[in-house]
């Protein structure tokens, strides 16, 4: 049985009253797929690979001071609570 095939089964299972909700589904997931269509041909694949290699060569390349990962992420998460952060200082 091919997925167009369940795909049928399951519609014609499904009561009339739930098929437009089921139809605007569908057409979202269409919308989604072609937006990630679109994003693969714009920045997937060995493209992507490539860039993402580039930009780390680029700053482990860079001498500036930088923050700790690590750092940033326990600042972010901080936000909003009784325990705040201070913003991160460079070099540490």
């Given at each position: 049985?091919?997925?167009?095939?369940?795909?049928?089964?399951?519609?014609?299972?499904?009561?009339?009253?739930?098929l437009?909700?089921?139809?605007t589904?569908?057409?979202?997931?269409?919308?989604?797929?072609?937006?990630?269509?679109?994003?693969?041909?714009?920045y997937?694949?060995?493209?992507?690979?490539e860039?993402?290699r580039?930009?780390?060569?680029?700053?482990?390349?860079?001498?500036?001071?930088?923050?700790?990962?690590?750092?940033?992420?326990?600042?972010?998460?901080?936000?909003g609570?009784?325990?705040?952060?201070?913003?991160?200082?460079?070099?540490?």
């Amino acid at each position: 049985m091919s997925v167009r095939d369940e795909v049928r089964d399951l519609l014609a299972a499904a009561p009339d009253e739930r098929l437009a909700d089921i139809r605007t589904y569908l057409e979202k997931l269409r919308e989604a797929d072609a937006a990630w269509s679109r994003w693969q041909e714009r920045y997937g694949g060995a493209a992507t690979d490539e860039h993402i290699r580039a930009a780390v060569a680029e700053a482990a390349a860079d001498s500036r001071s930088s923050v700790a990962h690590g750092t940033v992420a326990a600042w972010l998460r901080s936000w909003g609570t009784d325990t705040e952060l201070p913003p991160p200082l460079t070099g540490m």
